[in-house]
């Protein structure tokens, strides 16, 4: 069996990018003979870049016309929905069976006309794929179709270049860790308020940074932070391949605190999880289906974050290799999921 596969490509690696990259091999190696075909952006950014991108939904849309096997396409965000949208009536003109992979809740947080209307074209042969079952269900508040709605978690898609060596469970320090583009929108300066108050309360703490400093804000609590926690505060920059598999094994604790309003399931904490590395989030987006009950912790508002999280990290300090195991089995827990989900929509296609 053949299918397209439409959507963002690396460069540049951004957790689409990824994932989309790691379905085509999972299908490559269930013996489909997929077309992958990029409409992602340039490496470059500004104007050129966004003109490349038109270029490349305009070829995807001529394909699309030439063809008549199964086609994925990974749904663009913000304007971008509207370019699927036409994406997906082309598709339907020429009767093909088409699955849209969902990556983002501005669609779901926020009711998308693009979005109505490409609910109401799938019908009872086309899917649409979602991150977990709290996504499923939020879509399902949002939208009517006849699509078929198959759940599959991300925890199949992410480096299988794992260390498990985890925490260091004969220690009590507590070595905190972040990684994202570094905004206050996804919690920096919660995770160094969290910090803070550990070494205000006597407690042996570090905190390491991980990832590109976005907004001058973020640059600014940064330096503030460096004031008060001296060589407590650890800034490694953008991490990438083998470089990000040791800043899991540099950490005791992933924290996650964001906020951001279209937050869906971010890859790191899955990365994090399947490092042996507990994680404590905010309840956003389908954060709750990553972390279970065996992940770490969720708090569901942010004015509990730092009082909620101080205790979970006073009383788990010394239960580090459970709390290692536990986040293990929550990652093992989703992989045998994602298999069995992969497996239900590839049974799927016609």
């Known amino acids: 069996m053949q299918i397209d596969l439409i959507g963002p490509f690396p460069p540049p690696v951004h ?12 299908l490559s190696n269930h013996g489909l003979l997929v077309q992958r075909i990029d409409v992602g952006e340039s490496a470059n950014r500004g104007a050129l870049s966004r003109l490349i991108r038109l ?68 019908g009872k042969e086309d899917a649409f794929i ?20 198959f759940p599959i978690n991300n925890s199949g898609f992410i480096s299988q270049e794992r260390s498990h060596s985890g925490p260091e469970p004969a220690s009590t320090s507590i070595r905190l860790g972040h990684l994202s583009n570094l905004t206050i929108e996804k919690g920096l300066d919660l995770c160094i308020d969290l910090a803070v108050k550990c070494k205000e309360q006597g407690l042996d703490v570090t905190l390491t940074l991980a990832g590109p400093v976005i907004t001058s804000a973020a640059s600014a609590a940064i330096e ?36 951001y309003v279209n937050e869906a399931y971010p890859l790191v904490i899955l990365e994090s999880i399947s490092n042996g ?27 509990e974050f730092i009082g909620s999280a101080l205790n979970y990290l006073e009383a788990s300090r010394q239960r580090k290799e459970t709390l290692k195991d536990m986040a293990l089995s929550q990652f093992s827990k989703l992989e ?12 799927a296609l016609k």
Request: net charge positive.
């Open 224 to 259: 503030k932070a460096k004031n008060v926690l001296g060589e407590s505060l650890i800034y490694r920059g953008p991490l990438y391949g083998a470089k990000k598999n040791d800043f899991y094994q540099e950490i005791d604790f992933f924290i996650f605190p964001s906020s």
């Open 15 to 26: 957790g689409q990018s990824l994932v989309t990259d790691k379905l085509s091999e999972k």
């Open 336 to 347: 045998k999921m994602h298999t069995s989900e992969l497996q239900s929509w590839l049974s």
């Open 277 to 303: 590395v507990p994680c404590i989030s905010l309840k956003c987006g389908g954060i709750e289906d990553i972390i279970g009950e065996n992940g770490g912790l969720l708090v569901s508002q942010r004015e």
């Open 130 to 149: 979602l991150l977990g079952p709290k996504m499923q269900a939020d879509f399902l508040r949002v939208y009517t179709t006849k699509a078929h709605l």
């Open 55 to 122: 270029w490349r939904n305009l070829k995807a849309a001529a394909i699309s016309t030439t063809r008549s096997w199964p086609i994925y396409i990974s749904l663009n965000s913000n304007r971008g929905v509207w370019i699927s949208l036409a994406l997906v009536a082309i598709a339907k003109t020429r009767g093909r069976q088409i699955s849209v992979h969902m990556h983002s809740y501005a669609t779901i947080n926020k009711k998308h006309l693009a979005m109505s209307a490409m609910a109401k074209f799938l």
